[in-house]
C-alpha cells in the first residue's frame, strides 16, 4: 500500500497538505522545511520545483521560486537534496512542477529518479488528460507514482468524473477560476464541493488555492476530506526567524 493510500486509508478528515518551494527560504533549505513541516502535524508535503513560467501560481509561490531559481535550484539539485530523505521522514511527498521542465530532463528519467528516492507522486498542472492517457500514464504506473488532477467549479461533471478517473492518490479541487493565494468567498466554496460530493468520486478531495487559516482550513473540510495551504505558509516562512519556528507557529495556528 502507498503511502498516500496509507493516508486516506487511516484519516478520512481533515487532512492538511502543505505546499513549499523547493529551495526556499534559502538554497539548501529543503530538507530542513520538510523536517520542520512533519514536525509540525503535517499530513502530506507538496514540493514545488521553480519554473520562470508557473501559470496557475499566484504572486506569493512566484516570488519564492524566483527566489529558488535565482539561488540555483534545478531538478538535478533538488534531486540531490532528497537523497536518503526516507531516512528521516515518513510523510507521502508529491512533487508539483509544471511539464517543460520534466520533457526538459526527459520525464520517465524524470520518474525513475523520482521513485527511487521516494516520492510518491506528481501534481503537473499543464498536463493535458489526453496527453498522459497517450503517452505518459504507462510510465507513471511502471514506476508506482501518484498522479494528481485539478478540478475546478466550471469542470463540467461529466469532466471531473473523467478526471477523477485518471486520478490517483487524491483529486484535487481548485476552489475557484484563479491563481494561488487568492481569498475566497467560502460559501460558494462550500457548494462547488457539496456538489463534488454528490457525484461519490473515487478519490478522496483536498481543496487548494485561497486557504491560508484555521477560519479557511475547517470550512475547506466540512465538505472535503482535507485541504491544502501554499501560499500562506510561504509567507510566513519568508517573515519567521526561522524555519522551525516559523513553521511550528504557523501549523499550530491552522491546526488549533
Known sequence: MSRLTELFERKKRRVLNVYCTAGYPGPDDTRRVLRALQAGGADIIELGMPYSDPL?????IQA??????AGGMTIEKLFAQLEGFREEIHLPLVLMGYLNPLLQ???ERFCARAAALGVDGLIIPDLPLAAYEREYRSILE?????LVFLVTPETPEARVRQLD???SGFLYAVSS????????DFDAVEKYLL?????RLRNPVLVGFGIRDKASFDAACRQANGAIIGSAYIEALGKGAD???????FLQEVLG
Do not use: C, M
Open 56 to 60: 496557475a501560481d499566484g504572486p506569493v
Open 64 to 69: 519564492s521560486s524566483a527566489r529558488a531559481l
Open 105 to 107: 530532463y526527459g520525464f
Open 142 to 146: 511502471q514506476h508506482g507514482l501518484h
Open 165 to 167: 478517473a485518471a486520478s
Open 177 to 184: 477560476s484563479s491563481v494561488t493565494g487568492a481569498v475566497k
Open 195 to 199: 456538489r463534488l460530493q454528490e457525484l
Open 243 to 249: 524555519v522551525e519556528s516559523a513553521t511550528a507557529a
